[in-house]
């Protein structure tokens, strides 16, 4: 566990403002090899980097980062957790992740604000409100908190929603999780990277990858725009741009990248104490700590690497706001922003080996990479020290496609664009 | 709802009927290039004439840069 | 009173009062004020609270880059938020509320706030509110979500009508200032189609803030051009809000409007905005900027009551002193820098400006206002004053050209970031691009307008009228250097970020700009930082010790400003949301007591009220009507698409797993289609019209994705078929008649024809006609009784319905809904809804067998993967209740009877029904190993409920699985 920070700390700091707080991370000079290397400094290759050197005992370990660390989806999401997932392969995974969140403030010595305040899905149908049961009873059957609620339940908890008449698509009910909450993202990169830091690794940013060096068909470090770095463990987790980094050693994957964008308000009085998110098309909101309703949608559609959306799926996004909470037509838009999602044939990501040894991948997260971060830094750090998957991220491997045994936990078929 | 709609890498060969094995198949359905700059591919008017047609469209900055062959 | 309101002058109409409130209390104001300047006019200078130590705050600026002046509009319940009162023209019976004040803005208990604020540094959250125990955030947060927000909404939605629309133009001017009008009047009469978009209620931009009789002539002459002239659309109150690719600029106008404009060209003639300076209390009420005080002065004719002090590091703020002087105020001016150009020493003498060289702002002194200033440098002075205007350079909105990814330059000679490298067909004019001074603006608007022109293949212009004005002068800005020590020396005003925890976040290694922003909350106010961010990038530039250029800026990103977001939305919402598709039979449905349910778009009958009480009841009479007599329900929903062609026999061949080459003439077959992954994409039931022509249904849902996708085969991949597909399904409709009484009926409706058993065997089609209406009876069950489905033009589809009823009347025909529908097919075990999921196969749903193994077939490759083969899978079965009294719910998870209940099980219940003819209830789902395990006892749990039953594997052919009632 890290350490240093408490209102202790912060009122020695008070008292004596002649001393400087010290930095929060390292930022030293890469070294010419280490025992592993992370490429990608965001929320999964922080934490990959934290659990290895935490858990696995490695003591020599780069996150080699392109820009400065954070700069990728981990501060670009809408910060929800959650752990309502039904097919095998996903279940256990985000329920060790959700249980993760619950201890990771402590764990990193960070107030990443993990908040739990519940997580609600509102269905229009009662055929909807069926595969919510199936998902719930998962739930349930798997030790996760799950519960359903009819309209009236419902209407108690969220009275905001439009119930009215004149809503275009009813209100039947919805599945609840209570622990289910949010986190505040950037604090989750600067939180692992401070713990991580405190344990030796180096973090170095400004520090792209140019290439992936190999000997037959074993990796034996990478090129950089700081010099060569030589590592036979190399672990990818650059989201969004997974395809240039794989292609560097040669591996053509079934990731395509595609822009998610995300929406927040002005800053208002509490009035949205859940995450709410919506059957009828995929919608999420929540109310930000600070007051603003950060909102997101479907990805606009198409391979893109611009970090920035089209309107006309903004628009649908805010018509999707208001069609299911009314007052949003009066709360004023304050910033729209994108960030680069891989999109995968199955919508589920990958954690494992590849053909390459000594080369791992973490990447395909699709939508849900942020509520992933600690389980994934957890069992990805596992597959890089000992080289076999973690039986939680099992089902992750890339070869799955080839062998009939995709996660589809949306049941939308095999387009990316789709997912 | 948009008027176009995305239909994916068109310079992916399509096995034809009947060709192609496990391997091919799994290629052309579940992996990508997915390159950052230009990049053909297929999209149709789906709230228009129906047409699917061929775009070069740059993925790094979104400009269109011509019809596909 | 801070501030007097001259007699004369000013561009308002001081015959016509405009009465507002502001907390209540009854104001005055005159039309042509802002909210601002009538506030200002009233004496309020405090107008709000700052948003983490409750600081009293007035207003600063005087238009888009106020960070503080921000008010609740309206009323109670549909209020408007965070409303910037600096642009909001001052209308009748306005009312405006402060925000973010408790329990009173005058008396507001939580600026004790201040007192902590050595420890509510820079990321003070992050260090903090851990303990002492997991989760103790969930015991701290109410309270401080509580303590943050600015304005209070309420839950209901807008009473405001929104509207929205697409336009089109050649050139898009953004922006009415010298420059753009420049623009506009270079292109006035020649051809090319003009917007001109400004965000203020007058057209002028800086001109409106001036007092020059040159220039304010010169706009007055342009705007009578342009008004005049055909080619050009004038838009005010108009704020270009965000650019997107393919230049789509969205426009929100006045409130209400949004459109959406497509331009050719773009003229970004956006302007700057002034920079605060940065010293201890900088935020006190009466501290505002420099040119702020200008345009209160010259556009609302308000005078500094007594002394003025401007403070300033560059040229600029001269101009307001003078402007100040000239209209009667007292005016000091502290220049931060030394060796001050000649001229403007003169010139300041001799209008009585005193001038401290080399003098920044040491402290200022008041409680709720400015009372007097204490000058730091050579001359230390206290000078008693009730305005302090500051002008610490000037920031071009850059906003929307990096909107569109054209990175930000950093110009030195004006100590300010400039567009960057351009998209082809941006153009920037004026002091957006940093060239500061009229005349400059004036020039490049027109440069650039002959650049467009030329862009557009017209003809160059010639050179229009110039106003006759001094020569521009240089900025001269000396970058100042910021205390990085003192308490309250705000850099960002809304979200209270200070000096020193810009400092702070340097010290924690927080360096990188981005880093900066979100561990500071620096410019994630509603203003986004419009006057702190190149401030704090100067002064992190200046503690890294590295050029400016290399800090760069943080990402612009739309709105520019707040924009609402019931405009953007217009009027897609409530029941606009989406669109709603009606069958052709839907206002019958309404008028004969159906209650309607949602599929998808359509509207559907879900039961009819005839059949009785409870949606429940209703649902089992219609159900029983099927089985034992004969009911008529409405199919027209169903995907109906038309494929011709002589390759149509092939190309069916290729997307379906089973043949249709050899379907024959007049005959039906039911198909499956797999997409490429080898799962099942959508069934239906496809006919032989002739050789060459087939008529295909799909299923509700599937209806739209598969006619892309048959497109999508024949149009990209085999167009050397000679095929055509055309959707049918909002042409025409269709209704189901099935039960024992099927045929009777039909030949009732249909006399003339032969629709016997032989004549129309199962699974056989005809089209006749009948009063001249084209009609196809397809011989099909969905419900596993004898049934017809009956199609035909949508036009004629009622007509047709209210026939088949009548003629069935004596034999008890009556209408069944949609919960009947799905019911009966439940029964019989054919896939549907939950069961076609996308995540099945062919065998997964017992239809493995109608895969052909002499042709290929869309998925055949993939549908042969290893674990989609494996015996365990899971597949269709049906299952019986068996425990009496108690209820099968859709959603619960089976297991063996020797299971632990814990895990994913081995299967759940994909679709439930009660069966009218087993009296038990009956379901489909899918079990490992599906029908290997029939007649085995297992369990069906749904602790969501705290229930576990006990049923039995049956097949999922519920009733007449020899199918005899099919061919009766």
Redesign the interface.
Known sequence: MARGYSIFSILKHALRPKQPWPEAWAKPEPKSSYDAIVIGGGGHGLATAYYLAKNHGLKNIAVLEKGHIGSGNVGRNTTIIRSNYMLGANTAFFEKSLKMWEGLSHELDFNCMVSHRGQITVGISPTQMDSFARRGNIMRLNGIDAELLDRQELEKELPYLDYSKSARYPIWGALHQPRAGTVRHDAVAWGYARAASQLGVHIIENCEVTGILKADNTVTGVETTRGRILSDKVGIAVAG?T??VAKMAGL??????HVLQAFVTEPVKPMVHHVVSWGAELFYLSQSDKGGMVFGGHID??????QRG?F??AK?VMECAVALMPFMSRMRLLRAWGGLVDMT?DGSPFICTTPIDGLYLNGGWCYQGFKATPASGFTFAHTMAKNEAHHLSAGFALDR??KGKELDEHGVG????KQ | ??EF????D?TKK??G??A?????????????????GP?E????H?LGC???FKLKRN????E?LGGGA | MSFRRLTSGGRLDRDKSVKFRFNGKRLKGLSGDTLASALLANDRLLVGRSFKYHRPRGIVGAGVEEPNALFTIGKDGTEQVNVIGTCLELTENLRAKSQNAWPALSFDLRAVNQLFAPIFGAGFYYKTFMGPRLKSWMFYEPHIRHAAGLGKTGTQGTAARHNTRNAFSDVLIIGSGPAGLAAALALAGTGVSVTLAEQDFELGGSILSSQNENLLAWREATLATLNRAENLRLLTRATVQGLF??NQAIIAIGGTMVESLRARTIIFATGAVERPLVFDDNDLPGVMLASALRTYANRFALLPSKRCIIATNNDSAYETAFDLVTLGATVMIADERNGIAGELLAKSASLGVVVFAGSSIAAVAGKRRIEAVMLGGPHHVRLSCDLLGMSGGWSPLVHLTSQV?SKPQFNPSVQAFVPGPLATGHYVAGACNGSFGTLAAINTGQAQASAVLAALGKKAINKTDVPPLEADRGLAILPSVSPSKSRFAFVDFQNDVTAKDIAQARDEGYTNIEHLKRYTTLGMGTDQGKTSNINALAMLANLRDVPISQVGTTTFRPPFTPLTVGAIVGRSLGQHFRPTRRSPLHDWHEQNGATMIDAGLWKRAWYYNWAGKTPHEAYLKEMELVRHNVGLSDVSTLGKIDVQGKDAAEFLN?VYVNGFAKLAVGRARYGVMLN??GLVLDDGTTSRISETKFYMTTTTAQAGEVM?WL??LL???WPDLDVHVTSLTDEWGGMALSGPNARQVLERAFPEEDLSDSALPYMAVKDIEYEKVPIRILRLSFSGELGYEIHCPANFTQGLWEHVLKMGASAGLKPYGLEALASLRIEKGHVAGLELDHRNSLDDLGLGKMASSK???VG???R??EDMMAPERWSLVGLELLEPGKKLRGGAILFAAKDEIKGHGRGYITSVTWSTDLQIYVALGLYQGGLAHENEEIIAAFPLKNEKVRLRIVSPHFIDREGTRLNA
């Open positions: 741009h395809s240039h053509r994957l079934p990731v395509e990248s559609g198409f391979n893109t690497y611009t089209q006309f799926k649908e044939p496609l080839m095999n387009w990316t664009y | 709802m948009s709609r995305y239909g994916g068109a399509r096995p009927p009947g192609g094995g496990l391997k091919v198949w799994h290629e052309y359905v579940f992996t990508f290039d997915n390159p950052k990049h591919e297929f999209w149709q789906t129906r047409q699917w993925t790094a900055t979104n269109i | 690719d393919g990814g290729r490429d992954d892309s497109e999508y149009q990209c991949h042709k290929s077939f055949d490759t993939l042969m993967r």
